[in-house]
C-alpha cells in the first residue's frame, strides 16, 4: 500500500510540475493526469490493500506491538494518503475547469500540517519499532511530501508570484525523490 501510494503521488506531483513550470500549452492534460493518479491513489486506502511496510514484522520475526499499535500506524498512513488524494483530485479538477488557483494553495497549507504530523509520528514511532530502512524511508517521504506542501502554500495561496520557479522545480525534483522511494518499497515487497 506505500509504495503503491508513494509512486502514484510521486508521478501527480510530478506532472503537476510540468504545468506550473509553464510546459503544458493547457490545464486539461495535467489535469487528467494528475487526477487520474489521485483516484488510483485513494484506491489504494478504498481497496484495502495490505501494508507492505507496517506489517509489525522485523527481520521476519513478529516484533510485539502493543494492542492497536498496528493499526495507529496504519491509520496515520491512510490518513496521508487520503490527503494527498483528495490533493491530486482537487489539482486535476483545477486543470480541468480552471478553478482558482488560491483553493489549491489554502489546501497546501492544511496538507504541510497533515504530512507534517505524519513526519513527526513516523519519525519518532517507527524508528523505536522497525529496522532504519522501514523508518527512513516512510519518515523522509513524508518530509518531503510536507516541504512541498508548504511550498504550494506559499505559491499559490498567498500568490508569491517569484516562488513559481521553485515550486515547479520543488514538485519536479520532490515528486522523483518520492516516486523513487516507492519504487525501492514496492520492489523490496516483490523480491523474496
Do not use: N
Request: aromatic share 12%; charged share 10%; net charge negative.
Amino acid at each position: 500500500m506505500e509504495g503503491i501510494f508513494l509512486v502514484l503521488v510521486g508521478g501527480a506531483l510530478f506532472a503537476q510540475a510540468w504545468y506550473v513550470l509553464g510546459m503544458y500549452s493547457e490545464g486539461r492534460t495535467m489535469g487528467i493526469l494528475v487526477g487520474g493518479l489521485g483516484v488510483l491513489a485513494l484506491g489504494t486506502v478504498v481497496f484495502a490493500f495490505e501494508p507492505t511496510l507496517l506489517t509489525g514484522v522485523k527481520d521476519g520475526k513478529d516484533i510485539g506491538l502493543a494492542p492497536g499499535a498496528l493499526l495507529e500506524q496504519t491509520t496515520v498512513m491512510k490518513m496521508a494518503i487520503v490527503a494527498w488524494s483528495l490533493y491530486a483530485i482537487g489539482v486535476g479538477a483545477h486543470g480541468l475547469w480552471d478553478f482558482d488557483d488560491r483553493a489549491i494553495g489554502f489546501y497546501g497549507g492544511f496538507l504541510a500540517a497533515v504530512t507534517a504530523v505524519v513526519f513527526i509520528y513516523f519519525a519518532i514511532e517507527l524508528e523505536r519499532v522497525y529496522a532504519d530502512a522501514v523508518w527512513l524511508s516512510l519518515s523522509g517521504a513524508a518530509l518531503v511530501l510536507a516541504l512541498i506542501a508548504g511550498v504550494i502554500f506559499f505559491y499559490q495561496a498567498l500568490q508569491f508570484i517569484v516562488l513559481r520557479l521553485l515550486t515547479g522545480w520543488s514538485l519536479l525534483l520532490g515528486g522523483a525523490a518520492v516516486g523513487i522511494v516507492g519504487l525501492a518499497i514496492v520492489g523490496a515487497a516483490i523480491t523474496p
